[in-house]
């Protein structure tokens, strides 16, 4: 009976051991799980309602505001040869107001040509060309630290209708009223020409 008891109690550690590997075994990894929930969020497709900035003079605005108009996305810059768009953007946003949003995205990718703080660029835009639109913080419009609005915009895979990423200062992207991505327009297309008043008043 003692030579059973020995027996028994060498046996017990060995079968506890086997036990629990199977267990492990039957477990499905972490990872897998963790796989099929990051393609789920990848498939919900981002909306350019999803995003809200912080404006030049500290107030905050989210692009779902104004569903039901279109906007003008602009990355801007102070130093360009392009900066004096900014003058036909406040007409454009003056006289057609009730139909599109013009909003500015301060940008020092180009060129180097938007180096100042968010305090200087507000105060450069009011000085020289009393602008009222929305112009909000500076952000990069491309590259590395690229701004998510900016890689919705500028991927079909994500907007649906265009790979157009900004090439200069200037670049425009017209929204719709329901929030879809319409049209790019390059730094060379100023904003009271006929082709983008024709896109609004579509």
């Known amino acids: 009976m003692k030579y059973l008891g020995i027996l028994l109690l060498l046996w017990l550690p060995f ?14 990894p972490e990872t ?19 995003f809200r900035f ?7 605005i989210n692009l779902n505001e104004f569903k039901g108009r279109k906007m003008l996305l602009v990355n801007v810059a102070s130093e360009c040869g392009f900066t004096p768009q900014y003058k036909e953007l406040q007409q454009l946003y003056d006289q057609y107001g ?23 660029i507000a105060a450069f835009c009011e000085k020289n060309y009393g602008v009222t639109f929305p112009v909000v913080e500076k952000i ?18 994500l907007n649906g209708i265009t790979d157009e990423a900004p090439t200069w200062n200037f670049c425009k992207y017209l929204i719709n ?5 319409v049209q790019f327009f390059s730094s060379k297309v100023a904003p009271m020409s006929e082709e983008i008043i024709a896109a609004i008043q579509k």
């Open 98 to 120: 009730t139909k599109v949003v013009v909003i500015g995205f301060p940008a020092n990718d180009f060129g180097g040509q938007e180096p100042g703080s968010n305090q200087e």
């Open 15 to 28: 079968a506890c051991q086997q036990s629990t590997k199977a267990k492990e075994q039957s477990t499905p």
């Open 54 to 60: 912080k404006t030049l003079d500290g107030s905050e």
């Open 140 to 157: 990069a419009v491309t590259g590395p630290e690229q701004h998510p609005l900016y890689k919705y915009l500028s991927s079909k895979s």
């Open 177 to 181: 009223e329901d929030g879809k991505v």
């Open 32 to 50: 897998t799980v963790m796989e099929t929930t990051t393609e789920h969020v990848e498939g919900n497709k981002p909306s350019v309602y999803d």
